[in-house]
Structures are given as structure tokens and as C-alpha cells.
């Protein structure tokens, strides 16, 4: 059963009118196949209507969508071999993080990827997707080892933000964040960061100060949650929308601002609704994106993330 | 309602208020609630000569405090005061900041200034807590590479004393943004290998403890300051267990490996000028 989300209500009812088709037309053996047909035009009709005119909290529950492609599918989909690396050598292993080496299309690279869980089990499991400590030292871990055997990190963000956590502040969470960005900031070899879905304040910076960024069209990027900023400048959590449309967390918003480099589109219906091409389009983005850092040497594109960061700040939008 | 009351009169108390004139001759701790001579407070730069509580301190005291005597100068941040995401909460964010700035007699969260410590060259960034809690937007961000390119240029040494909520949520993405942005400023420090020490006060949290903050050469805290990533309320609701009273405190932090120590602010300038001494001493050898 799809989880469908508030604005999709005339989508839902259209489904479901397929469905009741479908119960029908296996019982009395009449043809519903024109019928069936005409209502699914419709409801792709709808969804692209619905789909290209998102507001910016319509976008937040989308790219919170339970079914949107998690890290475990991006490993699956996008990469052509996967070796799962664990732990951060200090404390522990954080499943919020999944690390490893794998395969681009046939190239060695070393993924980092935060992951929510699909199921109640695998959410617990991975803190919902918000990282400790460990997590960050993990990623710094990786990032080294990249560094050593020359390969290009491709990381991937799905996060609310770190987690906050009485552990996690003991064990330095603002500083595992800060060396992680360092970490990014100073690898001799190509970052490639995506967007894939909630990109929440510095639980995400941490993985994502790389020479190309890339985000899912309707993935979201803030400074703060759209709750937590109407909590503190509106006083009030219900004035959460408000706060989305103020915080311009769209993909389309950051590419004005020059936050981000490419917008990767999803399938009409968004990202959930065929997760496969969702991924195979990613893939390519991030494909072209590493060729063209191929060229340069290490400190060219140290220099290139530098100049990046540096400058960032100076657009505006209109 | 004129344009006089409006904009002038503000300006005046804040010219007013920005003197040596003290509103009142006593003052009360706000931790143990002994009242204070008004003039022995200040000289002990916000210090409770009872209790030896902390009170927050404007850079301009902060430096009166560090530097050599008559040794330093302000250097002037390029203020930017444009509205990238044309953000508005209650107000417009550069009505915000119009009025911020004629109400704290300051531009933005942070001031530069560079002078000697024991003779030694030495490039100060402070935050100011009453420009909107310090938050890091693009201007703070500025200012910390104002200081990190002057250190370089002077081969003087690097010292920011962070107070700060965290990143300027009306600058949205911008705000996140200054993470690297500020990193990318110490790094330089680092790399021209010259100290970067970090004097954390109260308060130092989110998007700022998350940055430059926690990378310095050498981590330094006030007492009693509260130093962290996520704020207690936040970490109280998600976790639902009650935290111990100091949780958050630069004595927490110390006990828990995250600075190397907790210095009073009659200490400070000699602690400093020890450390100074020493990792200068060995570089220039």
C-alpha cells in the first residue's frame, strides 16, 4: 500500500478508483483495460501538474517520504559492487553512516551515505538516519583512506541533522562535525556530494563540502528544520510552512544561490514513485560530474573547493 | 512619530549608552545575587568578586582585557547588510538589522582587532552576543577571514572567542555555508603555521561549536561557560532523561576531553601569553 502524502489526496482517489476497476473486472470478466488506461492518464496528468508546482513544505513532506530512496538502494541502484566498511577505530560503529568502497560504473570510489531505515526495525537500527560522533569519525576514517589509494568519495545526505543526544555531546559532536567538513575541505581526491532527500544543517554539511554538489529536485537543504525555525523565530511549531517557504530550502532556491551545481529530476510523481530511474538519472549526474574533476590534480582540487566555499554567499535571489 | 524618534533619538542612547557612564553605581550577580560595585565590576571585566561568575563581555572589553595596553587597533569587517533569500519572519531581515545595529552601536555579531600579547603579534576575533546571539551569517564569516588573512600577512597569531547561538537562520543555507567558509579561514592560519587558540565563552553552540570553534591549536573555555552542539531543551526532548546540571559546561567539556582547559579571566591574558611563548619560541627556532 503506497503511503500517499496530504496533497496527493485527488491521486489517491484515482488509485484507489483503479483498484475497485481491478476488483470489478476480475470478478464479472468485462474489459476495464480502456477504463483502467484512461484513469492512469489521468492520474499522470495530475501528478505532473501536482509535481511541478510544489511549494517549498510540499517539497519537505516529499523528500521526508517513507519510500524515498534510502542509501541501501542508492548502493544497489547506482554502484556495481559494494564492500561495506565498518567503525570509527575509537568508540564505535554507527549505522546511521553507511561507509565503504564500491564501484561507479565500473571505477573504484569510496561511498558515504547517512541512511533512515525502511522498516520500523531498520529505523531503530539507524537512528533514523541521525548520525553520532562515531559516525563523522567514520566518514574521516574513509575520507583518509581515499586519500591513500587515490579513489573519489561520492557522498549521499538523507538526514533531519546529528543526532542530539547526551552521548553524542559528551563524545564531541561538534567536533567530529567540524573535522569532518575539514576532512572534506582538504581531500587531494574528487567530492562528489548529493542531495538525496533532507539535507538538515550541519548533520549534513558535514559530508557535503565537496567540489560538485547535486540534489534530487525536490530534496530540501537547511540551515535549521522548518519546526525548529518556527519554533525559535515564530515562537510557535505550528508556523512550520511558513518557515519552509521563508528558509528557500528548495533544490531549484540552492541552485540560485550557487549552493549547488546540478538538479537531478525525478520521475513524474517524485523519486519514490520508480525509485530505479530516480537512481539511474543520480547515477549519470554524478558520472559527469567525476569526469569532469577528472582532470585535475590534487591540489587543483583542493584549490577548486576552496575558491567554491570561499566565494559562496555572493548570489542572490532575485 | 518623526523621524527624530524614530532614528536619531536611538542613535543618541546608544552613543549615550556606550560611554563609561554606568546606569547604575550597583550591580547585582546574576548568579549569586550579590550586589557590586558598579566600578569594581568592570575593572574585574564582568567578573563577581563573591562568586567569580562569568558575565559575557563586548569585544571591545575583551581585547582591554587580552591585549598589551594601547597596543592594538579595531580593523574594519565589511558589513554586508543585502537580504539573499529575502527572508521575513516578524520583520524584514534588514530591518532587523538596521535596527539591531542602531540599538547595539554595532554592525554585526563579530570585531577584529589586531595588537601584541606579551609583545607577540597577535590578531583577536570576538563575537558579540547582543548583535542577534551572535549568530555566524556571512559578515561574522567575513570577519573571521579578515583575521585569519591579517594574522597570515603579520605572521601574528590567531585567537577568536566565540559567543554565539549559532548559524543566522536569516540567512538561511547561506548561514550553513560558513561552516567551511570558516574552516577554510583557520585552515589558512594552520597552514601558514601560526597558533590558532580558541577562547570559548558563553554561550558557544550549534553551527559555530560545529565549525572553527572546535579547531583550534589549543582550546581554551571560560568557567562556567555552556559549550555545545545541540541545545539541552532539544537534547531533554529526545532523549526524555534528565541531564546532569553541569551537562554542557567547559568543565563537562574539559572532563570529557573536548578542551584543554577552563581559565578565569584574571588568568586569561597570562595563560595565553605562556602559550604563546611556547609554540612561537619552537617556530621561529
Known amino acids: 500500500m503506497r503511503h500517499f502524502l496530504d496533497f496527493e489526496k485527488p491521486i489517491a482517489a484515482l488509485e484507489g478508483k483503479i483498484e475497485e476497476l481491478r476488483h470489478l473486472g476480475g470478478n464479472s470478466g468485462m474489459n476495464i483495460a480502456e477504463e483502467i488506461g484512461k484513469l492512469q492518464s489521468r492520474i499522470d496528468k495530475e501528478l505532473a501538474q501536482t509535481y511541478k508546482k510544489l511549494g517549498p513544505w510540499e517539497k519537505v513532506q516529499v523528500a521526508r517520504h517513507p519510500e524515498r530512496p534510502k542509501m541501501v538502494q542508492i548502493i544497489e541502484h547506482v554502484f556495481d559492487e559494494f564492500i561495506e566498511l565498518s567503525g570509527d577505530r575509537a568508540y564505535a560503529e554507527d549505522y546511521a553512516i553507511i561507509g565503504g568502497m564500491a564501484r561507479l560504473r565500473g571505477r573504484p570510489v569510496v561511498i558515504l551515505g547517512t541512511e533512515k531505515g525502511s522498516t520500523t526495525e531498520q529505523r531503530v537500527k539507524r537512528n533514523f538516519g541521525m548520525v553520532r560522533p562515531e559516525g563523522y569519525r567514520k566518514a574521516i576514517r574513509l575520507m583518509a583512506l581515499a586519500n591513500q589509494f587515490n579513489l573519489p568519495v561520492i557522498s549521499f545526505v538523507d538526514t533531519a541533522g546529528a543526532y542530539p543526544g547526551r552521548g553524542a555531546e559528551e563524545r564531541g559532536q561538534a567536533e567530529a562535525i567540524a573535522r569532518a567538513i575539514q576532512s572534506c575541505l582538504g581531500l587531494k581526491t574528487p567530492l562528489i556530494s548529493a542531495i538525496v532527500g533532507e539535507g538538515g544543517s550541519g548533520g549534513a554539511i558535514a559530508l557535503a563540502a565537496g567540489n560538485r554538489v547535486v540534489m534530487f529536485e525536490h530534496a530540501v537543504y537547511s540551515v535549521i528544520s522548518p519546526e525548529g525555525c518556527a519554533s525559535i523565530l515564530w515562537r510557535s511549531g505550528d508556523k512550520a510552512q511558513t518557515a519552509a517557504e521563508a528558509l528557500r530550502l528548495t533544490a531549484q532556491d540552492m541552485h540560485a544561490l550557487g549552493v549547488i551545481d546540478q538538479i537531478v529530476e525525478e520521475p513524474l510523481g517524485g523519486a519514490h514513485r520508480n525509485i530505479d530511474t530516480a537512481l539511474q538519472n543520480l547515477a549519470t549526474s554524478i558520472e559527469a560530474q567525476l569526469q569532469d574533476l577528472s582532470v585535475m590534480d590534487a591540489e587543483a582540487l583542493i584549490k577548486d573547493r576552496r575558491e567554491k566555499y570561499l566565494n559562496m554567499g555572493d548570489k542572490a535571489l532575485i | ?285
Open chain 2, 1 to 285: 512619530m518623526n523621524w527624530i524618534t524614530n532614528s536619531v533619538l536611538p542613535k543618541i542612547k546608544a552613543l549615550v549608552q556606550s560611554s563609561d557612564v554606568p546606569e547604575n553605581l550597583w550591580i547585582k550577580c546574576p548568579s549569586c545575587s550579590q550586589m557590586l560595585f558598579h566600578k569594581d565590576y568592570q575593572e574585574a571585566f564582568n567578573c563577581c568578586s563573591t562568586c567569580g561568575h562569568h558575565t559575557p563581555l563586548a569585544p571591545e572589553e575583551r581585547f582591554k582585557l587580552l591585549y598589551d595596553a594601547d597596543s592594538y587597533e579595531t580593523l574594519e569587517v565589511s558589513v554586508r547588510s543585502d537580504d539573499p533569500l529575502k527572508f521575513k519572519d516578524s520583520k524584514r531581515y534588514p530591518e532587523r538589522l538596521k535596527a539591531t545595529r542602531t540599538k547595539t552601536g554595532t554592525q554585526d555579531a563579530i570585531a577584529v582587532a589586531k595588537g601584541s600579547i606579551g609583545g607577540k603579534p597577535v590578531v583577536i576575533a570576538a563575537f558579540d552576543f547582543r548583535f542577534m546571539g551572535g549568530s555566524m551569517g556571512r559578515t561574522v564569516g567575513d570577519g573571521l577571514l579578515l583575521a585569519a588573512d591579517t594574522a597570515v600577512a603579520e605572521n601574528a597569531a590567531l585567537i577568536v572567542v566565540p559567543s554565539s547561538g549559532g548559524a543566522r537562520m536569516q540567512e538561511g543555507i547561506l548561514s550553513l555555508m560558513q561552516l567551511p567558509r570558516s574552516i577554510l579561514a583557520v585552515e589558512k592560519v594552520r597552514e601558514a603555521k601560526l597558533p590558532y587558540i580558541v577562547l570559548l565563552t558563553h554561550p558557544t553552540t550549534g553551527g559555530v561549536t560545529a565549525s572553527f570553534a572546535m579547531l583550534g591549536d589549543i582550546q581554551l573555555a571560560e568557567p562556567g561557560a555552556i559549550i555545545g552542539f545541540a541545545g539541552r531543551r532539544v537534547i531533554e526532548e529526545t532523549v526524555r532523561e534528565k541531564l546532569p546540571d553541569d551537562f554542557q559546561t567547559a568543565e563537562y567539556l574539559q572532563e570529557h576531553g573536548m578542551v584543554d582547559m577552563v581559565v578565569a579571566r584574571t588568568e586569561q591574558k597570562q595563560q595565553i601569553d605562556a602559550i604563546l611563548s611556547m609554540l612561537m619560541e619552537a617556530r621561529a627556532a
